[in-house]
């Protein structure tokens, strides 16, 4: 590990879970090894989960390149202009078991694809630090497409309304179904609860029950 951080020259890339960050800073033969690529000069970038656990770990590798959070990562490894290196698990502030290592030029390139990837779909730890920091909920979009998930949803949020519910049927199959999901009923409980609604549809000149 240590070889790999001597012989980045130009650029270092690190993909890791949220225990690394104990690691790299937390135990003091890599935490040297980390700050010499600073005064080297070494472009650095780590893709990690941010946690409340490891905020303090987080900013200190602030100090030594770009730091990324991407929630649930799994799986560990660092690719430089010639090497890669790997593990399996990592835990909090304990040195590694087993790594894998390699100099092949493909997983290198390999690696170096995988982590750019990796990175624009990740966002700057210094954001995920100001929300945790600021007890912050983080906006979440979504595309679902599981049917169970959609409607397991519609239901949560239809029955945790506390004032208002406004609801948008597009055709009278849609309007049916609604019913046949039991979301009408849904509907009139909350009428019941005093809970405004209001829903636009199209007139329907006839409906068959």
Known sequence: ILN??????????????QYWPSVAIGIEVFNK???????RNVKSRFITEVTKENIAFCKELLKIGAVHH???????????????????????LQLLSQVVYSNSKAVVEQHNFFFENLWDKSISA????????????????DVLKNPVDIKSIYFDVLKS???????????????????????VQTLMD????????????????????
């Open 4 to 17: 790999v951080l001597n012989n980045s020259r130009s650029s270092l890339l690190i993909c890791a879970d």
């Open 33 to 39: 090894g980390m700050f010499d690529l600073k005064k």
């Open 70 to 92: 991407l929630p649930g990562l799994k799986g560990n490894f660092a690719v430089n202009e010639n090497e890669y290196i790997a593990s399996a698990t990592m835990k909090n």
């Open 126 to 141: 210094t954001e995920k630090i100001d929300e945790i920091e600021k007890g912050i909920v983080p906006e979440i979009i």
């Open 161 to 183: 309304s506390a004032s208002e519910i406004m609801l948008i049927l597009t055709t009278s199959t849609v309007f049916m179904r609604e019913e046949n999901d039991g979301i």
């Open 190 to 209: 909350a009428s019941n609860r005093n809970i405004k609604i209001r829903i636009i549809t199209p007139s329907f000149d006839h409906i068959d029950h």
